[in-house]
């Protein structure tokens, strides 16, 4: 789950590098709207998975792990519902989680046909 966190950030902070280097004004908006709801599935998977279960030591500072940054914004869509099936195909969830990793999917569903776009 830890992971995922950091491939979240990762994207979205890939998101903003490319709003920031663009020269046209359509990919500029583009890539802001791409960040939309990544604050918001942090935290939640942060709250509900770490928090609820008493392991706030979990969370570091390397949770921006530079590493996992790549402004290809397809592959890095492509890796992140990769992440999300196999934690989805993992028995051990509650509801609650399995249901809130199903919207982030289909989010990211949506996020990567913009991203070709882009």
């Known amino acids: 789950m830890y992971e ?3 491939h979240l950030i990762a994207f979205k902070y890939a998101c903003k590098l490319n709003h920031w280097t663009t020269d046209k004004y359509s990919p500029h908006l583009l890539y ?3 960040t939309e709801d990544i604050d918001t599935w942090v935290d939640n998977i942060a709250e509900c998975y770490f928090m609820a279960a008493d392991n706030k030591k ?3 500072a390397d949770l921006l792990n530079p590493k996992l940054i790549d402004k290809n ?3 890095l869509c ?3 519902i990769s992440r999300l099936e196999e ?3 993992d ?3 509650n509801e609650g ?3 809130q990793l199903s919207s982030i999917e289909e989010g990211f569903l949506g996020k990567m046909a913009l991203a070709k776009l882009a």
């Open 4 to 6: 995922l966190m950091q």
């Open 32 to 34: 802001d709207r791409l």
């Open 87 to 89: 934690l989805l195909n």
């Open 58 to 60: 979990a969370l570091k």
């Open 78 to 80: 492509e890796n992140i």
């Open 97 to 99: 989680m399995t249901s």
């Open 73 to 75: 914004l397809v592959k």
């Open 91 to 93: 028995n051990e969830l």
